[in-house]
Nanobody, 126 residues
Framework: QVQLVESGGGSVQAGGSLRLSCAAS????????MAWFRQARGKEREGVAT????????YYADSVKGRFTISRDNAKNTLFLEMNSLKPEDTAMYYC???????????????????WGQGTQVTVSS
């Protein structure tokens, strides 16, 4: 059974930082493209960042470029999202997701990711 479990969310003041983690089990983490999505209240789910099995980051949403960094530790089957200079607009439920292939497309498409975590809430206050 493939399982992704996010952690690290919470409440932070604007300008602060958080590091999200996603622990994967039930499959070989190193063979999957991984991604972070987020969904804010009243908005559609959007791709935040993707990273290939090689560890190359492939995509960042324009709104997070320069502030967020996606990384992975394949030996530990863990995906990370380092979030710096957080803004209230970053408030959302953040989801870890995986594709059953090691490469990532040009942009993250929700339907391409068949494995999902339960989400972790990030709330950024002014």
């Amino acid at each position: 059974q493939v399982q992704l479990v996010e952690s690290g969310g919470g409440s932070v003041q604007a300008g602060g930082s958080l590091r999200l983690s996603c622990a994967a089990s039930g499959y070989t983490h190193s063979h999957n493209c991984m991604a972070w999505f987020r969904q804010a209240r009243g908005k559609e789910r959007e791709g935040v960042a993707t990273i290939a099995a090689t560890g190359r980051s492939w995509y960042y949403a324009d709104s997070v470029k320069g502030r967020f960094t996606i990384s992975r530790d394949n030996a530990k089957n863990t995906l990370f999202l380092e979030m710096n200079s957080l803004k209230p607009e970053d408030t959302a439920m953040y989801y870890c997701a995986a594709r059953p292939v090691p490469y990532c497309g040009d942009v993250p498409i929700q339907g391409d990711f068949v494995y999902w975590g339960q989400g972790t809430q990030v709330t950024v206050s002014s």
